[in-house]
Structures are given as C-alpha cells and as structure tokens.
C-alpha cells in the first residue's frame, strides 16, 4: 500500500504586492471589455459641465493640434510628390511628366504626312 503523505505547509511570508492593471495601447484598463469592471472608464465623466472659459481653453488646444497634424499632412505629402518625381526622373533619364517635355507632333499632323 502506497503511505500517505501530509503535504508541506507554506511558510507564511507576506503576500505578493498587488500589480497594477494592464493597460492597452488606448489608456483602457485590461483588455476588450474595458477591465474587471467590464465597461469601466479609465476617464470617468464629469459630475458637472466645465465652465467656459475650461471648454475655451480646450478648443484652443484641439484647433492647434488639429492645424499641427494638417500642415504635417500637406508637407509629407509634397515631399513624398517631389519624391516620387525625382524617382520618375532617375528613371526615365528625363522629365517624367509629358505635358512638361519637348513639344510632339499631334496625331492630326501625322496622319496628314502619311496620306500624302
């Protein structure tokens, strides 16, 4: 017969401190439901509406941001179009843009040198 053994007590030491919770890339709480709490707000709303001149200074800071990521917005994309057209040029080996080239014979003209 297989002797029963008592199993060993733990020592009894102090617990292990609490984590903090996880939080993901948005500032939620935990992960899809919004933590424990499930739909609890990391931000909760405000007991009573802000007064002016708080919503003032927030529409300030919106605006400024808002013209920040724009003017970045426009200069990223004229430097990605001058990009891309000195890759054209490279190449090509010439002016990629055709409206900006040397001038061509129109259609018309050809036609009327070949018919005679």
């Excluded at 002797?3 to 996880?22: G, H, L, M, R, W």
């Excluded at 003032?56 to 994309?77: D, I, K, L, N």
């Excluded at 990009?83 to 061509?104: D, I, Q, T």
């Amino acid at each position: 017969m297989a002797s029963q053994e008592k199993p060993a007590t733990p020592s009894p030491s102090s617990p292990p401190p609490p984590q903090p919770p996880a939080r993901d890339g948005f500032g939620r709480i935990g992960g899809f439901g919004g933590g424990a709490g499930g739909g609890a707000y990391p931000n909760p709303p405000d007991a009573a509406p802000p007064d002016a001149a708080t919503l003032r200074e927030q529409w300030r800071f919106a605006v400024r941001q808002y013209s920040r990521m724009y003017s970045h917005a426009w200069g990223t994309a004229i430097l990605a179009g001058g990009a891309f057209f000195a890759l054209g040029w490279l190449v090509k080996g010439s002016n990629p843009l055709p409206s900006r080239g040397e001038p061509h014979a129109s259609n018309d003209a050809k036609a009327n040198e070949e018919k005679k």
